[in-house]
């Protein structure tokens, strides 16, 4: 593919994953359809025949395409004339949660591109408008590449949250306790050997349960040894 129609069919990509974001459910399907022709026309370009556009060669595609898309989203959780746009933000993250969903297909891909996806929603948290959402599709995003391959950075997560564990609306704050609690309770048998990397969490009658399951965690791990 010649670096014309590269940055063509990145432009348009673009265009199709904002509306995505803006469309009504009823509407997305339109959309869908709109991405999964330009991934025909990809692979057709590479000498591949098929009429078919598998889940998996439609993850492939967008995980190719991945990079000049996700500089297009950070755009929206950018400040403008000082400002923040926060419909614009919201329907960033609500595109980019309907892209993630249409990559799970291929999750090893999906995985390999977890630090750039966990820079995005890093920045749409750094604003207080739109941080509840990014929490939530933190959690969506994990959930997605599943459990077992959170252990290695499970410290990151729960250092990337837990600033939204006080001075936030109550809302978010919540967001924060559920994501903790599926990654630390509800799968300390899949995640406990990693709670070791886990040096603090806060003194918050909130986090009683997650903290003695961590603390059991770490005791239960030490006595193996």
Known sequence: MSVLMDARLHELLRGLVVQLGIQREEAQAKVIRGIKKLALGSIQGENNES?????????????????AIIDHINAAFLPKEGKYVVEEGRSAIFGMRKLLDLMAADE????SLRPKIVSTLKLAMSS???????IELYNHFLRLIGVSNVGLFLDQVVADVLPFMEGVEVGTTKKVVDLLEYLIVDHSHVLGKYFKNIHFLPDLPILKNIKFVLEKGNKDETLEQ
């Open 51 to 67: 009429n078919i556009v598998s889940d998996k060669i439609l993850a492939r595609f967008l995980a190719n395409s991945f990079l």
């Open 108 to 111: 090893e891909r999906l995985l």
């Open 128 to 134: 207080a408008s739109l941080s509840l959402e990014a």
